[in-house]
């Protein structure tokens, strides 16, 4: 078993490896688990999948943050999807008794939520959005790469899961100073959100109590790591 790990965004990286791997790129972990940086969306997940594929993977996952769908999750809290919801409506199921199997590995340390997990193919910024795809859905979080990775591993009838820690919860609105900052990749540009802070100083707590959701999400992505032991250094 070689298991293929896309991941959009370094941070995300920063929970599986201390080494960094450029945009597009990807690297063994140890001789069992492959790493790929694959950048925000659907098309580049895609791409970082079948580039793990082509290195030899044997089963997939779509690992990082997502954002909360259900009012009763909160940041940090982990979902290991039942079943993805695309954009374009269709539905996609895990591979069962490797979702069992994991479940029943975590849930011994952590509380696991299990439903669905929604597409989108842009970020959802504000609560009024997530309270209607919510509610259209019935999906508990939404992420932007899931189902892009779970159709190449039905491409390859590989085995897929998806496990997401919560970033932002279903009440808050991101702040401006993130839509600002986003490029076409789905990416933060450091300059721009710098830009926008001098010229908007008011918004510097929202963006502080942002990343303060998100570094509980690594967090539990990294204890998720080391309990599955995903990760080529086991942290203390």
Same mark, same amino acid.
């Given at each position: 078993m070689i298991i293929g790990i896309v991941v959009a965004l370094p941070e995300e990286l920063a929970t599986l490896t201390a080494s960094t791997v450029a945009k597009g790129g990807c690297l063994a972990l140890t001789d069992k688990v492959w790493v790929a940086c694959s950048g925000a969306g659907a098309a580049n997940a895609a791409e970082a999948a079948k580039l793990l594929v082509a290195n030899g993977v044997n089963r997939l996952i779509s690992w990082g943050c997502a954002g909360a769908l259900s009012p009763d999750l909160r940041s940090g #809290? =982990?979902?290991? @999807?039942?079943r993805l919801i695309a954009a374009d409506t269709e539905e996609l199921t895990m591979d069962v008794f490797w979702h069992t199997h994991t479940l029943d590995r975590l849930q011994t340390s952590?509380?696991?939520?299990?439903?669905?997990?929604?597409?989108?193919?842009?970020?959802?910024?504000?609560?009024?959005?997530?309270?209607r795809l919510h509610e259209q859905t019935g999906a508990i979080a939404v992420d932007m790469e899931s189902v892009a990775v779970a159709r190449v591993a039905w491409q390859y009838a590989l085995p897929f899961l998806s496990i997401r820690a919560i970033a932002d919860p279903a009440?808050? #609105? =991101?702040?401006? @100073?993130?839509?600002?900052?986003?490029?076409?990749?789905?990416?933060?540009?450091?300059?721009?959100?710098?830009?926008?802070l001098l010229r908007h100083p008011t918004q510097i707590p929202r963006l502080i109590k942002l990343g303060l959701h998100f570094n509980a999400a690594m967090k539990t992505l990294e204890a998720v790591a080391e309990q599955l032991e995903l990760n080529d250094t086991p942290r203390n």
């Open positions: #809290d =982990l979902v290991v @999807a039942e952590h509380t696991v939520y299990t439903g669905d997990l929604v597409e989108t193919l842009a970020m959802v910024a504000f609560s009024k959005d997530k309270q009440s808050m #609105d =991101l702040p401006p @100073a993130v839509s600002y900052a986003l490029n076409a990749n789905g990416e933060i540009e450091l300059w721009k959100l710098l830009v926008f």
